[in-house]
């Protein structure tokens, strides 16, 4: 088994270790998101707008049904955000030329500059947040995550990570 620091076991956690574990992951989503709140409001915008914006730029050309199943949002509230992000030039919506019912969404170069600011602004939280950790550390949350994600959900993002490469 596994020791951690303390001598605590990763197979042994109390409720009341699992619960400071719950608060921790509320109180660094909430500074996580500070940043680029701050930036969203100046444009009258909300998370739904940076969470579309992220992953267009992640997966240009997506196609409307793609970033549904991957934000998890209803059909009308991502298209009150799409012609949002579309009306104010940035986001591009184009037929898809395999199927015309398809629609594929590009950033404008307006958009990518607002996704650079967001992205911008949570890299520097997440750098600094690392190289305090430190690397062992880096790879234990990143498995952590993954291993809270539904399988779905973990595909999808193994998917993503792999354009990378």
Do not use: C
Not at 31 to 47: C, K, S, V, W
């Amino acid at each position: 088994m596994p020791e951690r620091p303390g001598g605590e076991t990763l197979l042994f956690l109390t409720d009341e270790q699992l619960r400071q574990g719950i608060e921790a992951m509320f109180f660094a989503y909430r500074g996580f998101t500070a940043d680029p709140d701050r930036i969203l409001a100046t444009l009258a915008y909300g998370r739904a707008h940076h969470r579309a914006v992220h992953f267009i730029a992640r997966i240009p050309g997506t196609t409307v049904n793609n970033l549904l199943a991957i934000l998890g949002v209803t059909k009308q509230s991502l298209n009150r955000v799409l012609r949002t992000l579309i009306e104010d030039g940035l986001v591009e919506s184009r037929v898809g030329n395999a199927d015309k019912r398809e629609r594929h969404l590009y950033l404008t170069e307006e958009g990518e500059a607002l996704e650079q600011r967001l992205s911008d602004a949570q890299r520097a939280r997440m750098r600094a947040a690392y190289r305090a950790a430190g690397p062992a550390a880096v790879a234990g949350f990143r498995q952590v995550l993954e291993a809270m994600m539904d399988p779905d959900m973990r595909r999808r993002y193994h998917a993503i990570r792999e354009k990378d490469t």
